[in-house]
DNA sequence: CATATATATTCCACAAATGGAATATAAGAG
DNA sequence: CTCTTATATTCCATTTGTGGAATATATATG
């Protein structure tokens, strides 16, 4: 029941249509909180059945109507009173982190190349924030100042995973594996590893 | 369809029960895949039906019998194959931080509160990491590595979090934040905030 | 002129995850 | 001696999320 608190954020700007509100889950919000347009529009149905917002169809021609919606004084509400709720931080969820639990089951190039694939897909995130943070820069609204904030958060993560994977990398290279013992218990008689 | 290939990490390191896996993700793999035992049971029940492990009934008196699954060579085979296929990073969802992206229409003062809260918890996840990190050290076998590595970046995360919750604390002081422009567009008329 | 892209919404089958109830007993704590 | 915790599994209603089909047209690109 989140997807609701996130669309209305986006209402809360000014009125908004479910394609508007998709949108800019795509370009913004979608950072912290993806969604695709069946969902949004699900859910939009949902916030207008409970008062949250209110519809209105704008004729269009050509194109089907756009349905706008503008949230109510009991939305905004809703949205003052989410944010003095305690906010639970979020668990992490990688099952990349999960082959480092069995890394002995596991195919070692595998990983490794999955590594360099990871420090380049956060390097590319990595730039794609700080271009949206630099265009944040020298403003003096409380607006952008909470989007920069946002924004550094993501900084931060894409800029620890490629350090880390750097360094993962290191550690696990051939030459530095290469004197470990490698117990695996279990396996079938015969098919234990040599070193 | 990846809850599987956690389970099959925690059977590959030896014959388990749905309870013994059950216990194994709060502990350790949950670290980075939570999972409930009533998820974890099903997901046994289908990795037994597509032959990734074979299931023998262990009686006992009192409690239920034991289920205990033993992975299959097939098995270990989607492991191995699985650490080949290129591994998709996570996407950051975190609705707080969508707060921020509307922070013009949240309670400041519930969010600074929310940020305190995650200080802590941060913190005590931190030390969490810490301890479990420090039990491996000065070991040499790679299964040890393997968790080390992963347990180090939890403790990034973690330390990232506890940083950036400072420091946008003191971003957003009311001393800090009393000079700004805050611009509500799309409200009602008489309702513009006052600097 | 054809083709792709953007606009705009509805609907649906399916997969995955949540969150618990229900059942049954041993062992340890107070 | 009671109460909690640990053991061990099954089942289910509900929510949430995925992924795409279907519909209809204007505008920009090549």
Redesign the pocket.
């Known amino acids: ?4 608190h996130a669309i209305l954020v986006a209402l809360s700007e000014g009125p908004k ?4 509100v ?2 800019q889950f795509d370009e913004s919000i979608g950072f912290f909180w ?6 949004i ?5 949902k916030i207008k059945e409970s008062g949250l917002a209110v519809a209105e169809e ?1 004729p ?9 919606f503008t949230i109510t004084d009991a939305g905004r509400e809703t949205l003052l009173q989410w944010s003095r709720e305690p906010s639970e931080p979020p668990e992490m ?1 990688d099952l990349f982190l999960v082959q480092f639990h069995g890394i002995e089951h596991i195919d070692l190039d595998g990983l490794r190349q999955n590594l360099m694939r990871r420090i380049e897909t956060h390097q590319d995130r990595h730039a794609e924030y700080v271009v949206k943070h630099q265009l944040l820069e020298d403003t003096n609204s409380l607006a952008d100042l909470g989007q920069q904030l946002a924004l550094e958060v993501g900084m931060r993560w894409e800029y620890q995973w490629v350090d880390w994977c750097t360094k993962a990398l290191e550690r696990l290279a051939p030459e530095a594996i290469a004197g470990m013992t490698n117990v695996v218990p279990f396996q079938k008689e015969g098919k234990k590893n040599a070193e």
Chains 1, 2 share one sequence.
């Open positions: 029941m989140s997807l609701k249509s479910g394609y508007d998709a949108k993806r969604a695709r347009h069946s969902q529009y699900r859910e939009m149905g704008v269009q021609s050509g194109k089907p109507n756009r349905i706008v969820k």
